[in-house]
C-alpha cells in the first residue's frame, strides 16, 4: 500500500513521504533495533509506517533474535 502524499495517522497534519527510519523494541529480554528500514514517514511528527513485507522482514528477524536469548541486536536493514 502507498501511503505517499497522504495525512499521518498518528498526528492528521503531517504528510507521510518516502523515507528511512529506525525500528527499536524490545520482546521479552531482548531489545531489537533495525537502521535504514524504508518507510513512509511523517514530515510532522516523524511517525512512520511501514510495508508489510518490510514489517514481516523486521519480525522473522526479532523472533530469530529472541529463540537464540540474543540481549542486544542491531540490525541494518536488507531486503
Given at each position: 500500500m502507498n501511503?505517499s502524499e497522504?495525512?499521518?495517522?498518528?498526528?492528521?497534519?503531517?504528510e507521510?513521504?518516502p523515507?528511512?527510519t529506525?525500528?527499536m523494541?524490545?520482546?521479552?529480554?531482548?531489545?531489537?533495533?533495525?537502521?535504514?528500514?524504508?518507510?513512509?514517514?511523517?514530515t510532522?511528527?516523524?511517525?512512520?509506517?511501514?510495508?508489510e513485507?518490510?514489517?514481516?522482514?523486521?519480525s522473522?528477524r526479532?523472533?530469530?533474535?529472541?529463540?537464540?536469548?540474543?540481549?542486544?541486536?542491531i540490525?541494518?536493514?536488507?531486503?
Open positions: 501511503r497522504s495525512n499521518c495517522p498518528m498526528c492528521r497534519t503531517g507521510l513521504k523515507g528511512q529506525t525500528v523494541f524490545s520482546r521479552n529480554e531482548t531489545v531489537f533495533v533495525v537502521k535504514g528500514v524504508p518507510a513512509e514517514v511523517c510532522q511528527c516523524g511517525d512512520y509506517v511501514l510495508d513485507t518490510v514489517a514481516d522482514w523486521i522473522d526479532a523472533d530469530s533474535a529472541v529463540e537464540r536469548g540474543a540481549e542486544v541486536e540490525l541494518r536493514y536488507a531486503a
